[in-house]
């Protein structure tokens, strides 16, 4: 189940934000919608998740004779 969690230095300001359980180009947009209702993290970094590729198995199935 993918996860969002914050933490806000009360001293400075700084907003940090960890995605977890979405893998891939597919984060991007849901950091970008966060980014809109908080604000923008101090920094970015992605994780290996991020990296992950989406496994997709395709089957093909042969066609009956004739």
């Known amino acids: 189940m993918p996860t969002i969690e914050f933490s806000i230095n009360p ?3 700084e907003l940090k934000m960890h995605i ?3 893998a891939g180009p597919t984060c991007d ?3 970008k919608l966060v980014e809109e209702l908080v604000g923008k993290p101090t ?3 992605k994780t290996a998740e991020y990296y992950a590729r989406v496994q997709v198995q395709s ?3 042969p066609r009956g004779r004739r």
């Open 11 to 13: 001293t400075t300001g």
């Open 20 to 22: 977890q359980g979405i």
């Open 29 to 31: 947009d849901v950091a």
């Open 43 to 45: 920094r970015e970094q």
């Open 59 to 61: 089957r093909v199935k």
